[in-house]
């Protein structure tokens, strides 16, 4: 009776582990070539740009779309991101950017107007790994009664892993705040 009593907490206690990191990245879907790759802005490694632009290179999409404000009111996230893949060979009338999303929501909200607005139907969005299941289901929320759909793609990333999310303090802290925001948007249907 010990023995399963013990094997049980073990059993859990690697559950507890490992169940958080794949909920926050959900399932990963293949790649479909789409009108664009929307990138939203948030990790300070500029994992997601650099993915983003990956992705525009190798042909996946036409058109990059680059989403985020900046909360100090000067140039915003989406702006310098703009900027950056010009710099790096990307052909400006490529680069679409929405400025005003301060947060998930307002980045879907900005990047569906855009979309509508230019007859776009489908885009991949790039984002974190521990991002991608919450931005996929608030994407897909805000873009309800469209015909656009949303191909969730994580970017590499060089901190948060989703076995190994509890090994370091800030990916701890990460990580639950990126569960309670998902039970938040899973429970009541709101996004933000």
Sequence with gaps: ???WFLAAIGVG???ALVVPGYLLEGQVEP???????????GDEAQSRYRDGVRLYRAGWAPALI?????YDGSFSNAEAMRAMAVEEGIPPAAILVEPDGEDTYGNAV???NLMVKRGMHSAILVTSPYHL???VLTFR???AGTDIRIVGRSAPDGEWRKMYWWVRPETRTLTFRELEKLGYVTLTGRYN
């Design 13 to 15: 206690a690697i559950l």
């Design 141 to 143: 929320g805000v873009f």
């Design 31 to 41: 790649l479909v070539r789409s009108d664009a790759i929307v990138v939203i802005s």
């Design 110 to 112: 900005g990047t569906r």
């Design 1 to 3: 009776m010990a023995r």
């Design 133 to 135: 299941q919450r931005a």
């Design 66 to 70: 680059f989403s985020g404000a900046t």
